[in-house]
Protein backbone atom coordinates (compact mmCIF):
# COMPACT_ATOMS: atom_id res chain seq x y z
CA UNK A 1 0.00 0.00 0.00
CA UNK A 2 2.62 2.34 0.80
CA UNK A 3 4.58 1.58 -2.14
CA UNK A 4 1.66 2.12 -4.32
CA UNK A 5 0.87 5.06 -2.80
CA UNK A 6 4.37 6.91 -3.40
CA UNK A 7 4.70 5.29 -7.12
CA UNK A 8 0.98 6.98 -7.48
CA UNK A 9 1.81 9.88 -5.79
CA UNK A 10 4.48 10.55 -8.26
CA UNK A 11 3.81 9.61 -11.16
CA UNK A 12 0.55 12.02 -11.49
CA UNK A 13 2.28 14.25 -9.85
CA UNK A 14 4.56 14.61 -12.81
CA UNK A 15 1.93 13.93 -15.07
CA UNK A 16 0.51 17.23 -14.39
CA UNK A 17 3.60 18.79 -16.28
CA UNK A 18 2.00 17.01 -19.15
CA UNK A 19 -1.66 18.72 -19.21
CA UNK A 20 -3.23 20.76 -21.58
CA UNK A 21 -6.03 22.15 -19.67
CA UNK A 22 -6.77 23.04 -16.07
CA UNK A 23 -8.88 20.35 -15.87
CA UNK A 24 -6.74 17.95 -16.75
CA UNK A 25 -4.42 19.68 -13.58
CA UNK A 26 -6.94 19.31 -11.39
CA UNK A 27 -8.09 15.89 -11.88
CA UNK A 28 -4.32 14.65 -11.91
CA UNK A 29 -3.64 16.48 -8.42
CA UNK A 30 -6.93 15.21 -6.73
CA UNK A 31 -5.74 12.04 -7.53
CA UNK A 32 -1.96 12.60 -6.53
CA UNK A 33 -4.04 13.53 -3.11
CA UNK A 34 -5.96 10.57 -2.46
CA UNK A 35 -3.41 8.52 -3.44
CA UNK A 36 -0.80 10.42 -0.69
CA UNK A 37 -4.00 10.19 2.01
CA UNK A 38 -3.82 6.19 1.25
CA UNK A 39 0.15 5.57 1.70
CA UNK A 40 0.18 7.55 4.80
CA UNK A 41 -1.42 5.14 6.92
CA UNK A 42 0.66 2.51 5.54
CA UNK A 43 3.67 4.21 6.43
CA UNK A 44 3.37 5.11 9.69
CA UNK A 45 2.45 0.79 10.04
CA UNK A 46 5.58 0.44 8.91
CA UNK A 47 7.17 3.12 11.08
CA UNK A 48 5.57 1.14 14.34
CA UNK A 49 6.61 -2.40 12.85
CA UNK A 50 10.21 -1.04 12.85
CA UNK A 51 10.58 0.32 15.79
CA UNK A 52 10.50 -0.57 19.37
CA UNK A 53 7.27 0.31 21.57
CA UNK A 54 8.83 2.49 23.63
CA UNK A 55 10.64 4.55 21.21
CA UNK A 56 7.00 5.69 19.17
CA UNK A 57 6.79 9.09 20.38
CA UNK A 58 10.48 9.79 19.35
CA UNK A 59 9.95 8.22 15.87
CA UNK A 60 6.38 10.09 15.26
CA UNK A 61 8.40 13.06 16.22
CA UNK A 62 11.00 12.58 13.73
CA UNK A 63 9.06 11.86 10.88
CA UNK A 64 6.92 14.79 11.39
CA UNK A 65 9.93 17.10 11.88
CA UNK A 66 11.49 15.62 8.75
CA UNK A 67 7.88 16.45 6.92
CA UNK A 68 7.85 19.90 8.12
CA UNK A 69 11.25 20.85 7.12
CA UNK A 70 10.17 19.44 3.31
CA UNK A 71 7.49 21.55 3.41
CA UNK A 72 9.83 24.49 3.58
CA UNK A 73 12.63 23.59 1.77
CA UNK A 74 10.89 21.56 -1.14
CA UNK A 75 9.60 24.88 -2.27
CA UNK A 76 13.25 26.78 -2.11
CA UNK A 77 14.56 23.82 -3.73
CA UNK A 78 12.00 23.91 -6.73
CA UNK A 79 12.66 27.61 -7.15
CA UNK A 80 16.27 26.52 -7.89
CA UNK A 81 15.00 24.09 -10.29
CA UNK A 82 12.43 26.39 -12.03
CA UNK A 83 15.55 28.54 -12.46
CA UNK A 84 17.32 26.29 -14.35
CA UNK A 85 14.71 24.35 -16.76
CA UNK A 86 11.22 25.26 -17.58
CA UNK A 87 8.06 25.19 -15.26
CA UNK A 88 6.88 21.97 -17.05
CA UNK A 89 9.77 20.06 -16.96
CA UNK A 90 10.75 20.99 -13.23
CA UNK A 91 7.29 19.28 -12.29
CA UNK A 92 8.33 16.20 -14.79
CA UNK A 93 11.49 16.08 -12.96
CA UNK A 94 9.41 15.70 -9.53
CA UNK A 95 9.31 12.41 -10.21
CA UNK A 96 12.33 11.45 -8.66
CA UNK A 97 12.60 11.53 -4.65
CA UNK A 98 8.64 10.07 -4.41
CA UNK A 99 10.07 6.98 -6.96
CA UNK A 100 12.97 7.06 -4.23
CA UNK A 101 11.03 6.90 -1.18
CA UNK A 102 9.02 3.81 -3.22
CA UNK A 103 11.76 1.88 -3.90
CA UNK A 104 13.45 2.57 0.17
CA UNK A 105 10.36 1.12 1.91
CA UNK A 106 10.94 -2.00 -1.01
Same mark, same amino acid.
Given at each position: ? /? +? %???? =????????? %?????????????? =?????? %?? *??? /? *???? @?????????? *?? /??? @?????????? +????? @?? @? %?? +?????? *?? =??? +?????????? /? =???
Amino acid at each position: M /A +I %GGYS =ATAILSALT %GATTSVVQAGVLRS =AAWVAR %GL *RVP /A *RNTL @LADVVPTQAY *RR /AYG @LERTMDNLDA +IVGPL @LA @L %GL +ISLVSP *RA =AIL +ISITPELLAA /A =AIV
